[in-house]
């Protein structure tokens, strides 16, 4: 009820038990002037009840008519209050569709360039894959006949003046290693050309349930023996902060495990290439955390860091600041379509020689129906 109507009848009342009283006075006045014989007062005291009874009269009628309006107020309050409400949720339902629309528009655009880069690179694979094996084939096997023709030129070496042998040896000796060159560029290709092969395979493939604190555990241990010696060496400090309870999660437990053991690989590099130039504790956290019905997964080094200038490029396929021969640049790629297909999302925060931290954050329980996932039990 608005504010105004409860002040106007809240008066309204005020001035009828006024009235009230001095009726009431009237009335004793009225009794005494008989018993005094004060005829006077006595006529004057009725016309004062009659004109009091009629204010009274009129004053009730007054405020019935503000409590009837007061009440029609109230009502239309409520009723314009549940047409909001209504309203709300409506606009709430159409603002939760917007966005599983823009989802589902972000997911088409998504595979459609996934499909068009697989269509044009589907049938290049296999054309650049053989003739780079030839060329690789055929270099090491001319490698090795140079070192044969390196034996046969020593044991004529005898009959060969010095200038030539020594002319020849040199020209082996470049021939072998623009041969080991082309070994090795041809390696870096075909290592490309793997990855275009990755880039075209499906990173989606059937849920199931699984403990993500397990999940990093199985990962980290990986890494443990991966690196081994370099932890030992260099003495790396690595430190997972899981959940104080078992967590299932739905997801692809293949690639959610690539993708966590790239990470890993990334950070142990970081902490390596600046471990080579100054002195320093380095460390490598792993955690868990809860956050309603998400999960986030934090995995920060005190690495070299990556520069500003790079961060936006570094989830794109093919860009790495490693060498050709260490890397390929499609892990950050992969493992950033990993997680858009269980619906998450991954970000980096960074600064130079300092430290690198990605998270990653991921739905607890994925939309999918007749996936072979086994019944939960509540």
Sequence with gaps: MPDFNIKDIEKLKLKIQIVEKFFIAGVI???LAFYYDWNWVAGNAIWIIIVLQIIKWRLNKKLKQKEYLAKIVEER??????QRDQVMQESEKLSNALEALAEAQDELVRNERLATVGQLTKGLVDRILNPLNYINN???LSVGLIKDLEKNLRNEEAVISKEVYADTVEILDMISSNLNKITDHGANTVRI??????????????????????????????????????????????????LTLSLMIDMNIE??????LHLFQNSMYALLRKAEKQTFTPQLIV??????????????????????????????PFFTTKPTAEASGIGLYISREVILNHRGSISVESEKNNFTKFVIKVPIHQNIENNGRPEEED
């Design 193 to 242: 050309v793997k990855a275009m092969e990755e880039l075209l395979k499906d990173h989606k493939g059937k849920m199931a349930s699984a403990d993500i604190n397990n999940l990093c555990k199985v990962n980290i241990d990986v890494i443990q023996k991966l690196f081994a010696r370099e932890i030992q060496e260099k003495g790396i400090i690595i430190s997972f902060e899981g």
């Design 29 to 31: 006045l009225i009794v």
């Design 287 to 316: 955690t868990l955390e809860k956050d309603g019905s998400d999960i986030i997964i934090s995995i920060k080094d005190n690495g070299i860091g990556i520069e500003d200038s790079i961060k936006e490029k570094i989830f794109e």
């Design 77 to 82: 309050t409520i009723e314009l209050r549940v």
């Design 255 to 260: 690639q959610m495990s690539k993708m966590l």
């Design 138 to 140: 055929f270099a090491t």
